[in-house]
């Protein structure tokens, strides 16, 4: 059972994501009350089951003899892949797909201890009831017919996971962006407070000391700061708002596909997003 080749291994991998996805969306699907197509891809596959599928056969096939070292090893290796993969997407796209920050025993909300568990008891469902008719059924089909699936089902994996990283990617370059005009919009809030307090110390020590003149020519030329600072701030707000609407634009099937997907920068508000999305699209 344990001797595989490398085309069956990629078909166990196809069939493992194809199936993830079928039980992933439909769970979620009932959760949401509306369809839901999950993952990181447009097509009827997650490759995070398929991986995780292949992984966990891959260590604990070789004990399984022993249930209690299917159940240590699968528990493990699922853990690390889980997190592997989520820190991951959260360096290079600055998004969090899932998040088990609400868990109790979790670790920088990748992983956590009821997850862990589960694995566990999922890598003995799959190598004692799962696996067994997946490699029959596999096995069962002509060797010409699977060659032909594997070919046409990696042709259009391999373009579905090229345009999703584009699109990731243009995310992630309007995520970063938003970051630097919020760093922006901060700055010009901080220098009219400056601007502000410095004026009052000014008028203050002017009116004791009786400089009319004086005051009257600081009060215009901080009239004149602050007309300037408030008209940059309106523009980055501006762009801050034409900003917001194109990363809902961008980001619609990530959020509605995922709802526990969060931005990790300090745009970080996908719920209300999420809803704005909602809101339009039952309109």
Same mark, same amino acid.
């Given at each position: 059972m344990y001797s595989y080749h490398f085309r069956e291994w990629l078909s166990f991998f196809y069939f493992y994501c194809i199936f993830g996805w079928c039980f992933e969306s439909t769970y979620v699907?009932?959760?949401?009350?509306? #369809?839901?197509?999950? /993952? @990181?891809?447009? /097509? $009827?596959? *997650?490759?995070?089951? /398929?991986?995780? &599928?292949?992984?966990? #056969?891959?260590?604990?096939? $070789?004990?399984? !003899?022993? $249930?209690?070292l299917v159940y240590v090893v699968g528990a493990l290796g699922a853990t690390v892949l889980e997190y592997v993969t989520g820190e991951t997407m959260v360096r290079l796209f600055r998004v969090r797909y899932w998040d088990y920050s609400s868990q109790k025993l979790q670790y920088r909300g990748h992983i956590c201890l009821s997850s862990t568990i589960a694995w566990g008891f999922l890598s003995l469902l799959m190598v004692y009831v799962v696996h067994k008719p997946v490699e029959q059924f596999i096995f069962w089909m002509h060797e010409e017919a699977v060659a032909v699936l594997?070919? /046409?089902?990696?042709?259009? =994996?391999?373009?579905?996971?090229?345009? +999703?990283?584009?699109e990731a990617m243009d995310l992630r370059a309007m995520l970063i962006q938003a970051e630097q005009l919020c760093a922006e919009l901060e700055q010009r809030a901080a220098e009219k407070k400056r601007l502000l307090e410095a004026a009052?110390?000014? &008028?203050? +020590? +002017?009116?004791?000391?009786?400089? !009319? %003149?004086?005051? %009257?020519? &600081? %009060?215009?030329?901080? !009239?004149?700061? *602050?007309?300037? #600072? !408030? +008209? %940059?701030?309106?523009? *980055?707000?501006d762009r801050q708002e034409q900003l917001k609407e194109r990363v809902e634009e961008k980001a619609a099937r990530l959020l509605l596909g995922n709802p526990g997907s969060r @931005? =990790?920068? &300090?745009?970080d508000n996908a719920g209300e997003i999420r809803e704005r999305i909602q809101k339009r699209r039952k309109k």
């Open positions: 699907s009932f959760k949401e009350r509306h #369809l839901t197509n999950r /993952g @990181f891809l447009k /097509g $009827p596959w *997650l490759p995070l089951y /398929g991986s995780g &599928a292949i992984l966990v #056969l891959w260590l604990t096939l $070789p004990f399984q !003899e022993t $249930p209690v594997t070919f /046409g089902i990696t042709v259009c =994996m391999v373009h579905d996971f090229s345009s +999703a990283f584009r009052a110390v000014f &008028a203050k +020590a +002017a009116v004791e000391e009786r400089l !009319e %003149e004086r005051r %009257e020519r &600081a %009060e215009r030329s901080k !009239e004149q700061l *602050l007309l300037k #600072l !408030e +008209a %940059e701030i309106c523009q *980055l707000q @931005f =990790m920068t &300090a745009l």
